[in-house]
């Protein structure tokens, strides 16, 4: 795997190509996606706020591009010591009681993905930059998703009937985060529940005879999304042909995404699969079927009129779901078809279009 160092410095050329097409000299990068790309770190405290503990300030006069990280007093030791150790960025720090703003630059000469009166506006260059992962990344996603499924049939593996969504909560988000991952989505839906309410916030209810385990799970600022069912029962003939026809509607998605196809051709072609496969033609209304992911867990809910095109090296997640069930994986854009990333050996599986998709868990 390449260097940190050398996948960062290829990065930072390539926003010195996005800086001299904007026609400025600096570029400043305050969108937390966007640092995670750029940095492979974590750059949030919270993990709700929309805003990192540290901006980016790219400079591309002279022979190679510097980076000037601007933090406050209280992150600066931290990201020294942990996500940025090594790294050779300089350090713009303020007391912790002053804002970042009047530290960064602005007005001419400056792009930036969060601009300002008179700063050019380089976001959606920056944006498709960060859509396609480097060779380093990719492996690096491969390890998270890898880890992600693992720590998914451990939680699995611990659940009973009687355990209630949020112990199920706690339990998987244990087992991501003693591998290391911060789960930034958690979900569980026992019963009949993820039928009903198609993004199950966990509540104090026991999970019953079924439960759908859902997950983002960030390291590196890369994110896995996984989706898994255990039951406790075998599943009736009814709910083993709905699940098997579920895998045919996401090998539809699967199939039609492909690098230089458009996003939305994609969608209209795996929402095309509901009423070729017994499910009601409409039903992709009841839920959005996933995107464009990376360093977000969706960058936006992808549909028909969608008009990114998909590049070798982007990242899909798609989650078609019906009749009480989802199915989710996190995968490579290829020329010839995606690479599914998220699998784990000792989690049942089928082969469904060639690809090891996942099976539900029976206990």
Request: aromatic residues 4%.
């Amino acid at each position: 795997m390449r260097d940190r160092r050398e996948d960062l410095a290829a990065r930072l050329a390539a926003l010195r190509d996005v800086a001299r097409q904007a026609g400025v000299d600096r570029l400043v990068l305050r969108d937390p996606a966007t640092l995670a790309w750029l940095l492979e770190a974590r750059v949030h405290v919270p993990q709700t706020l929309e805003s990192a503990c540290l901006d980016a300030v790219v400079d591309v006069v002279g022979d190679a591009p510097t980076l000037t990280v601007v933090t406050n007093a209280i992150e600066a030791p931290r990201l020294h010591d942990t996500e940025l150790a090594g790294l050779p960025v300089e350090w713009e720090v303020v007391p912790w009681w002053q804002s970042r703003e009047a530290r960064l630059p602005s007005g001419e000469g400056v792009g930036s993905d969060r601009p300002d009166a008179g700063t050019a506006d380089v976001a959606g260059a920056v944006v498709a930059r960060r859509r396609v992962l480097s060779g380093r990344q990719q492996q690096l996603l491969a390890q998270v998703c890898r880890d992600a499924a693992a720590a998914a049939t451990r939680a699995a593996q611990r659940l009973t009937p009687q355990t209630s969504e949020y112990a199920a909560a706690g339990v998987f988000a244990q087992e991501l985060m003693e591998a290391q991952m911060d789960p930034v989505v958690l979900m569980v839906g026992g019963g009949e529940r993820p039928g009903r309410h198609r993004h199950p916030l966990p509540t104090g209810e026991p999970i019953g005879r079924r439960a759908m385990l859902v997950c983002c799970a960030r390291r590196h600022g890369l994110i896995a999304s996984v989706t898994r069912i255990v039951s406790f029962d075998p599943l009736t003939d009814a709910e083993r042909d709905s699940y098997a026809n579920l895998l045919q509607v996401e090998r539809a998605f699967l199939d039609a995404t492909r690098s230089g196809t458009r996003l939305g051709e994609a969608f209209a072609t795996g929402a095309a699969a509901y009423a070729e496969h017994g499910f009601a033609a409409d039903e992709w209304h009841r839920h959005h079927q996933g995107g464009l992911s990376g360093f977000q867990p969706r960058e936006f809910p992808a549909h028909a009129g969608t008009d990114v095109v998909l590049a070798d090296g982007a990242v899909v997640a798609w989650n078609p779901s019906g009749h009480g069930l989802k199915v989710e994986d996190t995968a490579l854009v290829r020329p010839d078809g995606p690479e599914p990333l998220v699998h784990d050996p000792q989690w049942p599986w089928l082969e469904v279009g060639g690809r090891v998709r996942p099976d539900v868990l029976v206990r």
